[in-house]
């Protein structure tokens, strides 16, 4: 039971997720499963996974807002129940009055303690129930003498996890294919972009709304070309030095690193990242530093431990860096296998080395200057 029409739902999910990636959340909107078995997102932030069922009232009825509450609690529960995570129940609407957000809160309250709920409003407001999504409440603007409502901010984040992978497709013609894993071709519009990048045609239609807005790509009588490349891939790199969780370990075996190094990126679903992908990409320039493995989640299958690794003892080196990717799908989807391991592809490696501490501005600008000086703009 859902009143709103097709175009109300796609602007309230779009709003949701930028509102969630404002606040520091890593958005899926693609989220794994059958289509009619799977959550509207898939929202993550540090410890909290969150599996989002969204519907939307466009009039913000009470009696409509809550009944569509309902629905939506019991099916993201089931959802959560089904990946593991916690269920987040959203119902968007027009205008949010006081007394819609206050019975919102009742009814969780009294109904659904253990469920997270939200609600946003088109006008801009929003409020949200449960663990970890403080600060995500926006009070109703109010309206203007005009009687129109205050408009909400801007969309969705430009280098959102999804972006960032069609970032990838788009500059896949332009790099050989063993150091990017995705599809090439040329693309006249947002529905080529998303059949070739396998991401739904709303999520391409946003992604290139935002890259014409924001002046980065031409697509005047041709196929998509991207341009101003000098302030794209600034701030790109800008957006990739969010920091992530991590495990600081040690190898069981210290003799054996590199082949026990391996076996955790190939038992479990990881990639091996940074200066060690970069050697075994061919563009590495950086030795002795401590190998980094991504991971989805910073916890292993249940019953499972890290293979092959410990956690270091305190004061304790570490031998090895297991981390949480901040944009898994563009992460994973992109990256090269190398016989039974994932190696993370050419971009991401500049991505991720380039926020490194300590002598990662040698290997950023080995490959400025090498594998990406085409693709960066930067050969004279």
């Given at each position: 039971?859902?009143?709103?029409?097709?175009?109300?739902?796609?602007r309230?999910?779009?709003?949701?997720?930028?509102?969630?990636e404002?606040?520091?959340?890593?958005?899926?909107?693609e989220?794994?499963?059958?289509?009619?078995?799977?959550?509207?997102?898939?929202?993550?932030?540090?410890?909290?996974?969150?599996?989002?069922?969204l519907?939307?009232?466009?009039?913000?009825?009470?009696?409509?807002?809550?009944?569509?509450?309902?629905?939506?609690?019991?099916q993201?529960s089931?959802?959560?129940?089904?990946?593991?995570m916690r269920?987040?129940?959203v119902?968007?609407?027009?205008?949010?009055?006081?007394?819609?957000?206050?019975?919102?809160?009742?009814?969780?309250?009294?109904?659904?303690?253990?469920?997270?709920?939200?609600?946003?409003?088109?006008a801009?407001?929003?409020?949200?129930?449960?663990?970890?999504?403080?600060?995500?409440?926006?009070?109703?603007?109010?309206?203007r003498?005009s009687?129109?409502?205050a408009?909400p901010?801007?969309?969705?984040?430009?280098?959102?996890?999804?972006?960032?992978?069609?970032?990838?497709?788009?500059?896949?013609?332009e790099?050989?294919?063993r150091?990017?894993h995705?599809?090439?071709?040329?693309?006249?519009?947002?529905?080529?972009?998303?059949?070739?990048?396998?991401?739904?045609?709303?999520?391409?239609?946003?992604?290139l709304r935002?890259?014409q807005?924001?002046?980065?790509?031409d697509?005047?009588?041709?196929?998509?070309?991207?341009?101003?490349?000098?302030?794209?891939?600034?701030?790109?790199?800008s957006?990739?030095?969010?920091?992530?969780?991590?495990?600081?370990?040690?190898?069981?075996?210290?003799?054996?690193?590199?082949?026990?190094?391996?076996?955790?990126?190939?038992?479990l679903?990881?990639?091996?990242?940074?200066?060690?992908?970069?050697?075994?990409?061919?563009?590495?320039h950086?030795?002795?530093?401590?190998?980094?493995?991504?991971?989805?989640?910073?916890s292993?299958p249940?019953?499972?431990?890290?293979p092959?690794?410990?956690?270091?003892?305190?004061?304790?080196?570490?031998?090895?860096?297991?981390?949480?990717?901040?944009?898994?799908?563009?992460?994973f989807?992109?990256?090269?296998?190398?016989?039974?391991?994932?190696v993370a592809?050419?971009?991401?490696?500049?991505?991720?080395v380039?926020?490194?501490?300590?002598?990662?501005?040698?290997?950023?600008?080995?490959?400025?200057?090498?594998?990406?000086?085409?693709?960066?703009?930067?050969?004279?």
């Amino acid at each position: 039971m859902n009143s709103a029409p097709p175009p109300q739902m796609a602007r309230v999910e779009e709003q949701l997720a930028a509102l969630l990636e404002e606040g520091g959340w890593s958005v899926d909107v693609e989220p794994v499963g059958p289509q009619r078995y799977r959550p509207d997102l898939v929202a993550g932030r540090g410890p909290h996974r969150y599996a989002v069922e969204l519907k939307a009232e466009p009039e913000g009825r009470p009696d409509r807002a809550l009944a569509l509450l309902s629905q939506a609690i019991l099916q993201a529960s089931r959802y959560a129940a089904d990946l593991g995570m916690r269920p987040l129940a959203v119902v968007g609407v027009g205008n949010a009055s006081p007394s819609l957000r206050r019975r919102f809160v009742d009814f969780q309250r009294d109904y659904a303690p253990d469920v997270a709920v939200g609600l946003v409003s088109e006008a801009g407001g929003s409020l949200f129930i449960g663990p970890g999504l403080d600060g995500l409440d926006r009070e109703e603007p109010k309206a203007r003498r005009s009687g129109r409502v205050a408009q909400p901010r801007k969309a969705s984040n430009l280098f959102s996890d999804l972006n960032q992978w069609m970032l990838k497709v788009l500059l896949a013609p332009e790099l050989p294919e063993r150091l990017l894993h995705a599809p090439r071709g040329e693309y006249f519009s947002g529905s080529d972009l998303a059949q070739a990048a396998g991401v739904s045609p709303m999520s391409a239609s946003r992604f290139l709304r935002r890259m014409q807005e924001e002046g980065f790509v031409d697509d005047s009588g041709g196929p998509l070309r991207l341009v101003r490349r000098g302030e794209l891939f600034r701030r790109w790199q800008s957006a990739a030095m969010r920091s992530s969780p991590e495990l600081r370990m040690s190898y069981l075996i210290p003799a054996a690193g590199p082949r026990q190094l391996h076996k955790l990126a190939s038992r479990l679903e990881a990639c091996i990242g940074l200066f060690e992908a970069a050697d075994m990409l061919g563009v590495g320039h950086v030795s002795g530093a401590v190998p980094h493995v991504y991971v989805r989640r910073l916890s292993p299958p249940r019953g499972v431990e890290w293979p092959g690794v410990v956690p270091c003892a305190p004061g304790e080196p570490p031998q090895v860096i297991i981390k949480q990717s901040n944009a898994p799908e563009s992460l994973f989807r992109g990256a090269i296998r190398a016989g039974d391991v994932l190696v993370a592809d050419v971009l991401q490696v500049w991505l991720d080395v380039s926020a490194h501490p300590s002598r990662g501005a040698e290997q950023e600008q080995l490959l400025r200057e090498g594998a990406l000086a085409d693709v960066l703009g930067e050969r004279p």
